[in-house]
Nanobody
Framework: EVQLVESGGGLVQAGGSLRLSCAASGFTKDDYYIGWFRQAPGKEREGLSC????????VYADSVKGRFTISSDNAENTVYLQMNSLKPEDTAIYYCALQVHTVVVTLSPSEYDYWGQGTQVTVSS
């Protein structure tokens, strides 16, 4: 059974930092992408960043480029999202997701197959 477990969310003041973790298990495919997404109340789910398991290549949404950094520890099957210079508009539930049915560089939520339960990030002004 594929499982994705996020951790590291919380409450932080504007300008602060958080590091989210996504521990993935229960799959054997070597070639995949893991992405980070977020969803604020009343808004659509937004793709933030993704990373390739094979070469570590990354993609970022314009909204987080230069502030957020995705990284991975393949030995631990864990992907991280370092979030710096946080803003109140970054407040949302953050999800990680696994793409295994194909290998496409995309931040579209519909292209991801498995999802974690999410972790709340709240940025106060």
């Amino acid at each position: 059974e594929v499982q994705l477990v996020e951790s590291g969310g919380g409450l932080v003041q504007a300008g602060g930092s958080l590091r989210l973790s996504c521990a993935a298990s229960g799959f054997t495919k070597d070639d995949y992408y893991i992405g980070w997404f977020r969803q604020a109340p009343g808004k659509e789910r937004e793709g933030l960043s993704c990373i390739s398991s094979t070469d570590g290549s990354t993609v970022y949404a314009d909204s987080v480029k230069g502030r957020f950094t995705i990284s991975s520890d393949n030995a631990e099957n864990t992907v991280y999202l370092q979030m710096n210079s946080l803003k109140p508009e970054d407040t949302a539930i953050y999800y990680c997701a696994l793409q295994v049915h194909t290998v496409v560089v995309t931040l579209s939520p519909s292209e991801y197959d498995y999802w974690g339960q999410g972790t709340q990030v709240t940025v106060s002004s």
